[in-house]
């Protein structure tokens, strides 16, 4: 039951971000995700190096330096002095780099093990390939590609909400 629910919220969650991300832009959207996820594990892990603290007598470097870490990168993405447009723009790397493999690989598996899975690999690679160049080359791009991108990501959570309500596990 804990598994189908903990499911079901995430695919909630999902839906929600994919829509943001469609509506205001994946950047705006994804600070904000991140500097709260940062913020409230900061604040765990603080909890945590006081806890260790009262009970062992002795504060771990690690735990606080990770606390203040998360909080200090989540406060400044919140308060949008920070941002991850240098991970957005490594992704898009990324994101043409696999497009690449993709069709290469596709092109492999047509001669080793069919026509229909390496042409479905090929298209489906162009596809992303084409996409990451588009935001690099093309100026206002970027706002299609959120809308694409938080489609996607909300049928992703639509269907792994669809998939938990539906399963028959308890």
Same mark, same amino acid.
């Given at each position: 039951?804990?598994?189908?629910?903990?499911?079901?919220?995430?695919?909630?969650?999902?839906?929600?971000?994919?829509?943001?991300?469609a509506?205001?832009?994946?950047?705006?959207?994804?600070?904000?995700?991140?500097?709260?996820?940062l913020?409230?594990?900061?604040?765990?892990?603080?909890?945590?190096?006081?806890?260790?603290l009262?009970?062992?007598?002795?504060?771990?470097?690690?735990?606080?330096? *990770?606390?203040? *870490?998360?909080?200090?990168?989540? %406060?400044?993405?919140? *308060?949008?002095?920070? %941002?991850f447009?240098?991970?957005?723009?490594?992704?898009?790397?990324?994101?043409?780099?696999?497009?690449? *493999?993709?069709?290469?690989?596709?092109?492999?598996?047509?001669?080793?093990?069919?026509?229909?899975?390496?042409?479905?690999?090929i298209?489906?690679?162009?596809?992303?390939?084409?996409?990451?160049?588009?935001?690099?080359?093309?100026?206002?791009?970027?706002?299609v590609?959120?809308?694409?991108?938080?489609?996607?990501?909300?049928?992703?959570?639509?269907?792994?909400?669809?998939?938990?309500?539906?399963?028959?596990?308890?």
């Amino acid at each position: 039951m804990e598994k189908k629910l903990l499911a079901i919220c995430e695919g909630a969650l999902a839906i929600v971000i994919g829509v943001l991300m469609a509506c205001f832009g994946g950047q705006t959207v994804l600070d904000i995700y991140f500097g709260v996820l940062l913020v409230v594990a900061g604040a765990l892990f603080l909890i945590l190096s006081i806890v260790g603290l009262v009970k062992t007598k002795v504060l771990a470097f690690g735990s606080v330096f *990770a606390a203040l *870490a998360g909080l200090l990168i989540g %406060s400044f993405l919140i *308060a949008r002095y920070y %941002s991850f447009d240098r991970f957005i723009e490594a992704f898009i790397l990324i994101m043409i780099a696999a497009g690449a *493999a993709l069709v290469l690989y596709g092109i492999y598996t047509i001669f080793k093990q069919g026509l229909f899975a390496g042409l479905g690999q090929i298209v489906i690679g162009g596809g992303v390939f084409a996409l990451g160049f588009c935001y690099i080359y093309i100026p206002s791009f970027y706002k299609v590609f959120w809308i694409i991108i938080g489609v996607l990501v909300a049928v992703y959570g639509l269907f792994f909400l669809l998939s938990a309500l539906l399963s028959k596990e308890e």
